[in-house]
């Protein structure tokens, strides 16, 4: 009996030696490399500035860190999790408040290690998980530029989360389970082009941290990269190969519509729009082509769109196909058009549109249920406002609505069931 009680002791003191030695960050590996410590010169950092905007741009790094209506760079923007909301922080050079004692190093740490100065573990909302596979060169012209911007004396806003996600300390265990080690080097076999898309997707545009599920530790699933996720509320749809081609998207009709944000496929929503707004409308085209290419595993840029077919329509029960057709042509077809065909620069078409293609009705049912707000396109595109029906139509209505319209043009089964509906509409 002693022995065991020994045993137990012996094995419990060890867990705790262990759990403490991660918590100390003992087996936490930077990828930073030690010449990194040594300063830019003025010279470097004016010259490396101008570089430093498109890579900043590439990586999004304004939609997070501005908040709506708040000043350049300042943070404050709210982020959902599921253990509470995590505000974004002032990266502006302002000393007190911002980055503007940071050094270099400090800066590669934070965006590649997940580690600001001083120590202080971010949370991965920021996706140092992605930024680590940046290259030295554009983290040091992310830096350059970001420290040529305005101070701005706004003071960072505090996280409020629960215990014990409030302590920072603690993101030691999950990067030592979600933080991936050296980058692998670049696959010789494959084409420049798909190298470069690879690294804008996988680094700079960072997708997967939206478009791959998540573990119940947060950390992406690798053996479901890109195979689409739900995020706040929303389907971060599948961009493998087979889910864009499933949505109607080839590689240039796929560059398009991240250049623009409207195409046949529909208009981008919610998270999506605002990556377009101030990230990729301002990506080269050959950026554009290479992401494209990388998600489309093509080894070159493809300039002549061939669309997949269009899916074959599923029929549908006659008293179910009566009762919806009858909704939509009471309450959509006015602005979609009678056959789903939308107005050119006004309303998006639906016969084509990819909420109607997607594993799961979800988005298009959020939509119906919420509306959507006017958006501006890059250019002089538009698109009006969608109102919203919940207070017009019954969970039973919305979900036979959504059936029919993915079955006549998406080619899907009428499987949504009405207590799906009722769930979005509480907002689970």
Aim: proline share 7%; aromatic share 8%; with cysteine.
């Amino acid at each position: 009996m002693h022995k065991l009680i020994w045993g137990v002791a012996i094995v419990a003191g060890c867990c705790a030696l262990i759990a403490g030695a991660i918590f100390a960050g003992l087996f936490e590996k930077s990828v930073v490399a030690k010449g990194i410590e040594q300063p830019l010169s003025p010279d470097r950092m004016k010259a490396l500035a101008a570089k430093g905007a498109y890579v900043a741009v590439t990586a999004d790094c304004y939609a997070c860190h501005t908040a709506k209506g708040g000043a350049a760079w300042a943070g404050g923007l709210p982020i959902a999790t599921p253990f509470g909301t995590v505000y974004s922080t002032n990266i502006s050079p302002d000393k007190e408040n911002g980055i503007g004692n940071w050094t270099r190093a400090d800066f590669h740490r934070a965006l590649r290690d997940g580690v600001g100065k001083g120590g202080s573990h971010l949370y991965p909302a920021m996706p140092y998980a992605s930024y680590r596979k940046m290259t030295p060169d554009d983290v040091d012209a992310v830096y350059a530029y970001l420290m040529s911007r305005e101070p701005m004396r706004i003071a960072n806003r505090k996280n409020a989360l629960t215990f014990p996600f409030n302590i920072r300390q603690s993101l030691t265990f999950w990067n030592l389970l979600s933080l991936p080690g050296e980058e692998k080097a670049a696959d010789n076999a494959k084409s420049a082009i798909w190298i470069r898309g690879q690294y804008l997707v996988d680094a700079l545009g960072h997708c997967g941290e939206c478009h791959t599920p998540r573990n119940l530790m947060q950390g992406m699933q690798h053996n479901k990269y890109l195979k689409g996720a739900l995020l706040e509320g929303i389907i971060a749809p599948d961009i493998t190969k087979e889910g864009l081609v499933r949505m109607g998207f080839d590689a240039p009709l796929l560059a398009g519509f991240m250049k623009s944000g409207i195409s046949a496929q529909g208009a981008m929503a919610y998270q999506m729009f605002d990556v377009v707004h101030f990230s990729t409308q301002y990506m080269t085209d050959e950026d554009l082509s290479a992401l494209s290419a990388y998600l489309f595993d093509l080894d070159a840029a493809h300039d002549t769109s061939v669309p997949p077919p269009a899916p074959k329509p599923v029929e549908l029960a006659p008293a179910l196909a009566a009762s919806a057709h009858t909704t939509y042509r009471n309450l959509c077809s006015a602005c979609h058009g009678a056959e789903g065909q939308g107005i050119p620069h006004v309303v998006v078409p639906l016969s084509t549109n990819v909420s109607l293609r997607l594993n799961d009705a979800r988005n298009l049912v959020h939509t119906v249920l919420h509306g959507v707000p006017a958006q501006k396109f890059p250019g002089l595109e538009r698109m009006e406002p969608m109102p919203s029906f919940k207070d017009k139509l019954t969970d039973q209505e919305v979900a036979d609505l959504a059936n029919w319209m993915r079955a006549v043009w998406g080619g899907r089964e009428p499987t949504f069931k009405p207590e799906g509906v009722a769930s979005i509409r509480q907002g689970k």
